[in-house]
Structures are given as structure tokens and as C-alpha cells.
């Protein structure tokens, strides 16, 4: 059977895979009971599929800041405007700690979500050994095949204007900036006339702001109040799409075992919550390297992220919002001569998303990241209500499942 053939057929039972997943857990929130019902259902899905060993790393995650951040930005920033009359210098500082709080979460540090709750989560990884273990009593390389379980709440504003939420976003971030500007200029005004850093009983003048204050203001509540729901949604191509990848690449090679060759197809938990599940991992594969105890010659990691739609395949050649200026050239580049060796139409672009292989790029550990976007950029239902397994395309399931096995045999093929 051709290759192409066998990835239909993969890409079929992966489809089905993800309704299954479904059934299990509809919504699989970070560190939440979907998610580990997910998780406890693909560890036996993938022993079923011929895995000959599965590895649990259990980690926590701080997943409830990634619902509230945008409220905790706006509780900094209706604060402000309390304190402005008693205290211009507490102002600006709220204003700073809410711009900080955003810019933090939107290039993927770690920050105030150290004030909420730990929650458990866990990576589950199943492994296939390589035939030859070679001299070293080690494969001559692990590939990762990855994708992420969990799922996130809707996004409101994505789900109705698409990529032109950013703009909604950049207001926001405008009047912030304008509001920091006044409070600083007010600041240097009242240290000249010797009034206190906080003074308790202020002079109330109207001032011409106060307008552009109660117009913006409501407008500014509704854009924050909707950048983030309460509901949650099912994660279907967002990302157990990735899943059924990983996991099809693990049943394809467990008949058709590999020589030097290593496989892992992983499924990470939390990457809503911060790519937490691939933060543990990278951290710990890295940490085996420095100290040699890392059970190969050397790693390689592909992400699939969202690919359930009818379209080239995007290879990210850079994840910059996730602190990602390139990943590897060898990777992304070996990876589309392989798409293109069996007729997977491709982009290799930067991508404004992020996927798990950032934090393992972080690290310098050779890694490459691939969505699949619509005509606008966005994969297909992208954080809303409508990522259901109905709203898959499996054309992308199929594409990713021919061009990673191929992929995969290629560098086994040239490390003989």
C-alpha cells in the first residue's frame, strides 16, 4: 500500500480517534478532570497502538491566570482611576503592572500566575525503541512527535471579528498608554506645587480627560471582559488534531520499526496554561543532555498545532511572540523537502501563534512547529464553540500524517 494510502486510512482513524477523546471528555481544561480523563485514555490508546513503553511526567500548572489575566489587567487598570486623585504616582504604577501583566503573558512568561492555585497535569509519552541501539547503548536519535490534549475557554472577540481582534487589543493597549501619559504629566505638575506622593485629601477640579475617561472606560470593560469566556470549549482541531497525528506516526511505526531511530509521540497536557506540559519536558530532556544521561545521540522535536483544515501545511520557520526568533534550519528545512517529496503542499513562514516546540527551541534543542491556517491566518475555529470533531477537515490530519512519516524515514535513511 502507498504511503498515501496508509495516511487516508490514519488519518481516518485519527479523525475518529478525536471523537472518541471527545466522548470522553468533551472539554479537557488544563489541570482539570477532562484533561486527565484525555490523558488516561490516550496512555491506553497508544499501549494499544503498539507503543513499547509509556512514560507519565506529572507537573503542575497555574492554569486559572490564563482565564483571568485579562480581568486582572482590568482590575489594575479601574483601580488607577479610584487612586488618580489621592495618589498619580500609585496610579502610574498600576498602569505599568497592568502593561507589564499583558506583555508577559503575551510573549509567554511566567508571572503573576503565582497567585493562583497549582493544579496537577501530566505529559504522557509513548515510546517506540529503535532496532539499533548502536555503540553507545543508545539510538543515534529521539524524534518527538507531539500535539496537546487540553483544551481552552472561548474567545469571544476572536470567534466574531477573526484577526481583526488585534485591533480591539491595540485599543486597549492605546488608551492604557495615553492614561500613563496623563497620570505621569499630573505627577511632575503636582511635585512642582509640593503636593504629597498620596494625599488624602485632594482638590477635585474637572479636568477635560474626565471625558474621554467615561466614554472610553465602558467600551474598554466590554473589549477586556471578552477576550476571554467562561466557556469552555471542545479542543477538537485545537489540538486533539495534533493528537491524532502523534499518535497515528506511533501506530504506523510500531509495525514498520525504525533502525536508528527512536520514536516518541507525545501527547502534552496544559498547553493552554501556558505550554506548561512542554516547559516540564524540554526542561528535564535538557537538563539529561547537560549531564549525559540523556538516552540518545541526539533530539529533534515537530509539534503539530491545529492542522484539521483543507490547506498547505504552515512549517514555522519562527515563533517570535514566543520568544522564538528561528528554530532550527535543518529541521523545518528537512521537513519540507520530505512534504514536498510526497506532494504535501507547504508554506515555511514565522508564525504569530505559538506551538510546544517554542519552549524546547528556547532551550536550543532542534524543534519545529506546523499549523494549518485558513484564508485568514487562523486555524479553522479557533478557540470557539465550533472546534468540534464535525468541524475537523481530515484533508490536514492526512497531509501531516504523509509528510511526518516520510519525514521520519528520511532521517532514519541518512543516519546510517
Known amino acids: 500500500m502507498e504511503l498515501h494510502e496508509i495516511s487516508e486510512q490514519l488519518g481516518a482513524e485519527g479523525h475518529q480517534l478525536i471523537y472518541d477523546i471527545c466522548e470522553v471528555a468533551k472539554y479537557r481544561l488544563p489541570g482539570s478532570e477532562g484533561e486527565r480523563k484525555g490523558q488516561e485514555f490516550l496512555q491506553k490508546k497508544m499501549k494499544e497502538y503498539g507503543a513499547d513503553e509509556i512514560e507519565i511526567v506529572n507537573f503542575y500548572t497555574r492554569a486559572k491566570f490564563f482565564k483571568w489575566w485579562p480581568r486582572l489587567s482590568l482590575f489594575f487598570f479601574i483601580l488607577s482611576l479610584i487612586v488618580f486623585h489621592y495618589s498619580p504616582l500609585i496610579t502610574i504604577l498600576l498602569i505599568v503592572l497592568m502593561l507589564v501583566n499583558v506583555g508577559l503573558k503575551l510573549f509567554s512568561y511566567s508571572f503573576l500566575d503565582v497567585l493562583f492555585r497549582k493544579h496537577a497535569s501530566s505529559n504522557v509519552i509513548g515510546k517506540l525503541k529503535a532496532k539499533n541501539m548502536g555503540e553507545s547503548g543508545n539510538p543515534k536519535r529521539i524524534i518527538i512527535i507531539g500535539g496537546h490534549t487540553d483544551s481552552t475557554y472561548e474567545f469571544p472577540l476572536g470567534r466574531k471579528y477573526g484577526m481583526n481582534?488585534?485591533?480591539?487589543?491595540?485599543?486597549?493597549?492605546?488608551?492604557?498608554?495615553?492614561?500613563?501619559?496623563?497620570?505621569?504629566?499630573?505627577?511632575?505638575?503636582?511635585?512642582?506645587?509640593g503636593i504629597p506622593i498620596i494625599n488624602i485629601n485632594p482638590t477635585i477640579t474637572f479636568e477635560w480627560y474626565y471625558v474621554l475617561i467615561l466614554i472610553l472606560t465602558p467600551i474598554i470593560i466590554w473589549i477586556v471582559w471578552n477576550i476571554v469566556s467562561f466557556r469552555p470549549v471542545p479542543g477538537a482541531n485545537d489540538n486533539l488534531s495534533g493528537i491524532a497525528v502523534a499518535t497515528a506516526v506511533l501506530k504506523y511505526f510500531a509495525s514498520n520499526r525504525l533502525e536508528n531511530v527512536e520514536l516518541w509521540a507525545v501527547a502534552f497536557g496544559s498547553e493552554e496554561g501556558g505550554m506548561a506540559g512542554s516547559k516540564a519536558l524540554s526542561k528535564i530532556l535538557k537538563e539529561q543532555m547537560n549531564n549525559g544521561t540523556f538516552p540518545a545521540d541526539s533530539?529533534?522535536?515537530?509539534?503539530?498545532?491545529?492542522?484539521?483544515?483543507?490547506?498547505?501545511l504552515t512549517i514555522a520557520t519562527a515563533e517570535p511572540m514566543y520568544r522564538v526568533k528561528s528554530h532550527d534550519p535543518i529541521v523545518y528545512n528537512q521537513l519540507a523537502k520530505s512534504a514536498k517529496k510526497v506532494g504535501v503542499d507547504y508554506i515555511l513562514k514565522k508564525i504569530d501563534a505559538g506551538t510546544d516546540s517554542a519552549p524546547f527551541s528556547r532551550l536550543g534543542i532542534p524543534s519545529v512547529g506546523i499549523i494549518c491556517g485558513g484564508a485568514d491566518g487562523i486555524p479553522q475555529n479557533w478557540h470557539t464553540r465550533e472546534d468540534t470533531p464535525e468541524n475537523c477537515d481530515v484533508k490536514g490530519i492526512i497531509h501531516s500524517i504523509q509528510s511526518a512519516i516520510q519525514f521520519i524515514l528520511d532521517i532514519n535513511e541518512s543516519l546510517f
Open 165 to 193: 481582534m488585534i485591533y480591539f487589543y491595540l485599543f486597549v493597549l492605546i488608551c492604557a498608554f495615553i492614561w500613563l501619559l496623563i497620570a505621569i504629566i499630573i505627577f511632575i505638575i503636582n511635585c512642582f506645587n
Open 299 to 312: 533530539l529533534w522535536v515537530l509539534n503539530y498545532d491545529s492542522i484539521a483544515s483543507d490547506g498547505p
